[in-house]
């Protein structure tokens, strides 16, 4: 039931601040939804509809951190496997 | 669609899978609360692919689920009555009452609608004056602004014709009552995203420090489970307990501000019952003094609650807990199944139960 679908804005309508419509892109689908409770959505912002009103607005620079995290964890692991090499060779140079 | 598609990307899914299984070093119990999370694990197979130390707990979020009985019984009760139209969200006609359900009900010629939005019941309350309007409001944090908003805006137009039967019930007790059983094995937790997206990470905070559990507020696609779970592992093997949020394209710390104000507005926290778990304090909402007129109970002079007997071979209350799985009950796939539920997590599409039935058969 808590399903919610991210969906653009491509236009905006209602006469009072509760009745603030937004007109939402779901890919080939549009559809009217409420975005009252997201006073700051501007056209062309991908908001997270569910039950036909907006909960939250998208963060673009955000939805990329998942990916960029991966990056991190990567790098993390190259250097923690680079410091156990050191780490190995210097052991076997001692011993 | 932008904002799915990349999140279901197999390459990265195996990378993050990858970076899993490195960081795990013995085995642990981690619960995704909602039950749109379980599906999404249950139908990408997300726990057949990862280290077999991680164990998957199914947890109690899916509002449909855990709706008693006897409230059911009190939709049907209403819906049964002429010159009502009943609304409600499509997930909670099947559900079945102690005798029948809503879409019965609907068979035998009752006005039983299913809607898109709650905001939909304002116009069929405009259009029907001479009939009187009742919107099921179940759902948790996610669900009650949209709710809140519905009772707001027929309070503003004095629509008299319009009632709402409430069942809304919320996150973070049914997390206490999960932490404080005897028999819990949970050791960390994926937190729901959208009901987060309202009401912030702020309020799991105090939880994760009193049970020294981590908490990851996450997604709902596959690679949002994968990093979800990647932060709880790492934090639980170097010993933290607190609160990530891996959802923040959609989440902040304070939540949806505007929406918090509106559910406050309109409703107050009472005790609610579970179905399959039972009674938790202060774990549901209902309407406040200020729009008490507004409830379907009162109006239609509902009598309290007649506790209903679940029945007896059903586990499903050991399974909204994480104590069992569905294949550990007898009854699952034979004498229940999606079509004939005998309890909570069978009753949805949602629930953990029909979640298997659906993708495991």
Known sequence: MCLAIPGEILSIHGDTALERTGIIRFGSITKAANIALVPEATLGDYVLIHAGIAISIVQPKEAERLFDFLDAIKLDATKKAESCKTATSSGEAES | MKYIAEYRDGETAQQYLTAIKNITTRPWNIMEVCGGQTHTIVRFGIADLLPADIHLVHGPGCPVCITPLEMIDKAIEISSLPDVIFCSFGDMLRVPGSTQDLQSVRAQGGDVRCIYSPLDCLKIARDNPDKHIVFFAVGFETTAPGNAMLVYQAAQEELNNLSVLVSHVLVPPAIQTIM?????????????????????????????????????VTGFEPLDILQGLYLCIKQLEEGHAQVDNQYARAVTEQGNTAAQNLITQVFRVTSRK????????????????????????????????????EPKECISGLILQGLKKPSQCPAFGKTCTPEHPLGATMVSGEGTCAAYFKYST
């Open chain 2, 180 to 216: 404080s059983s005897p028999q819990n094995r949970v050791q960390g937790f994926l937190a729901a995203g959208h009901v987060c997206a309202i009401m912030g990470t702020q309020e799991y905070t105090p939880l994760a420090q009193q049970y020294r559990v981590p908490i990851v």
């Open chain 2, 274 to 309: 579970w179905r399959g778990i039972g009674d938790i304090p202060q774990s549901g909402l209902s309407l406040s003094q200020q729009y008490a007129r507004f409830d379907a109970e009162q109006r239609f002079g509902m009598a309290a609650d007649t506790p209903v007997e």
